[in-house]
């Protein structure tokens, strides 16, 4: 065997990759001095590809197959590497895999409440949380814009970045949705997709997709959820009259099963509400007709929404602050005539002397001293 058979043998090599941490999105193969012999096998499994990048250049990229990495089916090394040896030398190149497969059961969540008027409460604060799944759509791009010359990167390392971007686009989408709370849980598979459309563009642009993204829950503050409760209460109890009626009988019977130092009490109690219950039933008649409609008085008028502001100030807003901060804020010098003010409705920035509700918070105040 010549001395050109003996080092071609010698430079065959298998080049391939198996993973089973179940979160590695790119391993780069590890070969002393990135040379990768003429000639090797590169194994490249269903949900895998493999970039190589030749002297810094990104060179080519294969699909699931395997391969004989020869010049004449790697036309690209070709022209980056001359071989003009005697026998067929190595090059150096680097490998990475790349895996194409879906990452499941990613968490996302709203790390604070988001602000959005609601048509039936008004202003109102909710949370949301749900799960997403990610996949590399383009891997050298994914390759050149995010993983660099990472030799392992994991799923970790992005996915907080993604995060962000899922609840920067649901805030932006549940505000202006105009959908009421109470019907959120009826809509969340259309949510879903109006969130992953809206991210769509920007995770492309990192080589990525994201082919599911599910909303789990979205939830009121406390207060709102108690309201609500209490609602739920008095719908169930239908009628109140009898409702009334039922609690009075309630109470009577558990007064006259109470032997011990309460009874008379109890039983007074009992008493009241059985003299209140004849007279209910006295005004309903005989055959026990129901009870003459009363004209009923008009119901008061729904107390008038308080506008929140925001405040731009050094390319940054804060906020929302209610006319009574402002007030205070006004009076410290924190807010000027001349702050930029926004709030719902309100048709872009405006100096706060040219909003009327808040113009009245100077009036107080001297004007600015005249130039000298």
Do not use: C
């Amino acid at each position: 065997m010549g001395i050109f058979d003996f080092l071609a043998g010698e430079f065959i090599d298998v080049i391939h990759w198996t993973d089973d941490t179940r979160d590695t999105m790119v391993w780069r193969f590890e070969r002393e001095g990135h040379e990768i012999k003429y000639g090797a096998k590169l194994t490249v499994r269903e949900g895998q590809s493999a970039v190589f990048v030749h002297e810094g250049q990104l060179a080519d990229v294969f699909t699931p197959g395997l391969y004989m990495l020869e010049t004449n089916n790697m036309p690209v090394l070709t022209t980056l590497q001359h071989w003009d040896h005697g026998f067929k030398s190595p090059f150096k190149s680097e490998v990475y895999f790349v895996n194409t497969t879906r990452f499941n059961d990613l968490k996302w969540g709203t790390k604070n409440p988001i602000m959005l008027r609601d048509p039936e409460f008004g202003p109102t604060r909710i949370r949301a949380y749900g799960t997403y799944s990610v996949k590399v759509s383009d891997p050298a791009r994914f390759l050149t814009e995010i993983v660099g010359t990472d030799g392992e990167f994991t799923m970790d390392e992005i996915s907080y970045q993604i995060r962000n971007i899922i609840v920067q686009e649901f805030s932006r989408v549940i505000a202006s949705a105009g959908i009421p709370v109470l019907d959120m849980a009826a809509n969340t598979a259309d949510l879903g997709k109006l969130i992953a459309t809206a991210i769509s563009e920007t995770i492309t642009g990192y080589g990525l997709t994201i082919p599911e993204l599910y909303i789990e829950n979205i939830s009121l503050p406390p207060a709102v959820e108690a309201a609500l409760d209490k609602r739920t209460s008095m719908g169930l109890a239908g009628d109140l009259g009898k409702f009334t009626q039922y609690s009075a009988a309630e109470a009577m019977t558990a007064a006259a099963n109470n032997p011990g130092g309460g009874m008379g009490a109890g039983l007074g109690a009992g008493m009241g509400m059985g003299m209140g219950m004849g007279m209910a039933m006295a005004q309903q008649g005989p055959w026990g007709a129901r009870p003459i409609a009363q004209p009923a008085s008009p119901p008061p008028p729904p107390p008038p929404t308080e506008h929140v502001w925001h405040i731009a100030e050094n390319g940054k807003t804060h906020g929302p602050y209610s006319r009574a901060t402002l007030g205070r804020m006004a009076g410290d010098g924190s807010l000027t005539r001349s702050s930029q003010v926004w709030t719902a409705g309100q048709d872009g920035w405006k100096h706060a002397e040219d909003v009327a509700e808040l113009a009245q918070l100077f009036t107080v105040l001297p004007p600015p001293p005249p130039a000298n």
